[in-house]
Each structure stands twice: as structure tokens, then as C-alpha cells.
């Protein structure tokens, strides 16, 4: 078995298309498909089913593409520290975020980066949890920051970094004093919008709501927490969003962030990588990061310090 075998079927299970998957191993389509013919022949099984085109793989081959992705991601974490140790660290880093937690990433690539100059970081922002969950699987990867609760039941190591907590964040209409707390049903009473039901971020909210026997209909949904800021300073809108984007934004000229009490919700945030012996060595790395980083302190702080200006 040639590794190079292994990379041909996980580039077909990726691309799904035998003259695509076979641009992206920079080979001909009859190499690569021999090459699958000939695993397939000392494996035993079939592992693509063919037809007139690429018609998906058997379970079979479900099965062998997971053990490919991880010899593949094995032989590169071993290339890269044999590098590691012979000049430094070096490579590329994967990390991918929910929208959500998009701001605290950069709190984990500078101390990265300093500790590391020969690495370069690439980030992937605003993906969906399950997006998060499959990549990792995968190995197109090295980490994320994610919610605990979105990976709970996979096998990843899980390095808390922060409480997410909420504010309610609005158009200063008047400049007569603003309530320091507010409830979640109060809130339902605003004029709402929010992330798309579909992701982690707006699905924590709702459940919050329905806890508290509301429900809301938003009149504007977005895949995006910076547009949120941006609807709201429009005038017409009011939005839910995470205490740590404060961090970024702070409270924008002319706007209120309301701490959201009854109930008081948090959700774990934290670094997620996939769990492997030994760790990679980039993967060491970021949790070395985490560790020069007081993330969960550094995001209060100005979300603390954003309210206090508001209540002198």
C-alpha cells in the first residue's frame, strides 16, 4: 500500500469527481484511478462504486477514507516535527472559528506567532459547529475554537478558554439613564436581529427563550456578528451578541450593551483539536498559546469596562 494510493481516494471522497480529484493530486485521471484499483485489489473490498461517473463510496470505503485521513495526517505531524526539531517550527496552521468565538482567535495566533516566527496561521472564520466537527474528523484542521457543547460527543480534545456570556445591544434613543440588567423576555419584546437558526450562536439563544416561554421572530437574520452591529446602527434594530465581541467594538458611539440577566446564561468556549498521540506538534503548540493567554480575563475586561462607562 503507497500512501500515495491513500492520498487519491481521500481527495475523490473530498472532490467527488474523478477528473477534479485528480487535478488536486496534480496526476492524470487514469493514474488515479488505477491507483484506487490497485488499494482496492490489496485491501480486498471495492471501495468507490463506479458507474458512468463517481457514484460515491461504498461503506467500505467510508471507512478506509477515515483511516486514510488520519496515516495522511500522521505522516505530515511527523514531517512537521521532524522540521520542529531540526529549525524551528514551521508550517501552517489551520484554525477554524464559529462566528461567535471568531474574536477570541486572535487572542491565540499572536502569542503563536511570537513564539513561533517561522509559522504561518490561516484562519477559517464564520463556519458552522457541525462544519467545525467534520473538518476536524477529517484532518482539514489542526484546531478550532468552538462551543463544548458542539463536540461533547466526538472524540477531540477540549481546552476551555471562556465563558460566552450575552448583552443586549441597542440604539441609544435617549440620553436619559439605561437599565443595567434586562431580562430575556424583555428583550423578546425589541425589535430583534439576529444570527440564522441554523448556527451553534442563535440556537443557544433560542433554547434560552424558550426557557423563559417566549419566542421571537426576527425581522433580519445573518450568518455574521459584525452585520448584527451594523443593523443595530441603523436605528431600527436591536440584537443579541456575545460579550466578546466587546472586545473588538467595544460599545459603538451612540449605542447601549445590556447585560442579560433571568436567567444569566454562559456557554463553554474553548480550543478544540483533534485527539491523537502524540499531539502534533503544531497542535502543541496553540495549546502552549492558550496557556502565555489569559483569554477568559482579557475579554471581561472590556466588556466590563464598556458597561461601567455607560453607568458612571
Not at 472532490?15 to 496526476?27: D, G, I, P
Not at 491507483?35 to 482496492?40: A, D, S
Not at 462504486?49 to 495526517?73: K, N, S
Not at 496561521?121 to 473538518?135: S, W
Request: with cysteine; aromatic share 6%.
Amino acid at each position: 500500500m503507497l500512501l500515495r494510493q491513500l492520498e487519491y481516494l481521500v481527495a475523490l471522497a473530498r472532490v467527488r469527481h474523478f477528473a477534479k480529484a485528480a487535478q488536486a493530486c496534480y496526476v492524470s485521471q487514469p493514474t488515479l484511478s488505477e491507483g484506487i484499483r490497485k488499494l482496492e485489489d490489496e485491501l480486498g473490498i471495492p471501495l468507490v462504486r463506479r458507474g458512468r461517473r463517481f457514484d460515491g463510496l461504498t461503506p467500505e470505503g467510508e471507512r478506509v477514507v477515515l483511516w486514510a485521513q488520519r496515516i495522511l495526517a500522521d505522516r505530515d505531524a511527523m514531517h512537521s516535527e521532524i522540521q520542529a526539531l531540526r529549525a524551528g517550527l514551521s508550517g501552517r496552521l489551520r484554525i477554524g472559528t464559529v462566528p461567535t468565538a471568531s474574536t477570541a482567535v486572535a487572542l491565540l495566533t499572536q502569542p503563536f506567532c511570537a513564539a513561533n516566527p517561522l509559522a504561518t496561521v490561516q484562519v477559517f472564520a464564520d463556519l458552522r459547529a457541525e462544519d467545525i466537527v467534520n473538518r476536524l474528523r477529517a484532518y482539514e484542521l489542526d484546531a478550532a475554537v468552538t462551543y463544548h457543547s458542539s463536540v461533547a460527543a466526538h472524540d477531540f480534545t477540549f481546552v476551555p478558554l471562556y465563558q460566552e456570556r450575552y448583552v443586549l445591544l441597542t440604539q441609544r434613543s435617549t440620553p436619559d439613564a439605561q437599565p443595567a440588567r434586562i431580562s430575556w423576555a424583555q428583550a423578546a419584546q425589541y425589535p430583534l436581529c439576529l444570527l440564522h437558526p441554523m448556527m451553534q450562536g442563535r440556537q443557544v439563544l433560542d433554547a434560552v427563550f424558550e426557557t423563559v416561554g417566549v419566542s421571537v421572530t426576527p425581522r433580519i437574520e445573518t450568518d455574521s456578528i459584525a452585520s448584527l452591529f451594523a443593523q443595530v446602527g441603523t436605528g431600527q434594530w436591536a440584537s443579541i451578541v456575545p460579550h466578546a465581541w466587546l472586545h473588538v467594538f467595544g460599545v459603538p458611539a451612540g449605542m447601549h450593551a445590556v447585560p442579560l440577566i433571568d436567567p444569566l446564561r454562559t456557554e463553554r468556549i474553548g480550543l478544540v483539536l483533534p485527539a491523537r498521540e502524540p499531539v502534533s506538534v503544531i497542535g502543541q503548540a496553540l495549546i502552549d498559546a492558550v496557556g502565555q493567554a489569559d483569554i477568559a480575563a482579557t475579554l471581561d475586561r472590556p466588556a466590563h469596562q464598556a458597561v461601567a462607562q455607560q453607568h458612571p
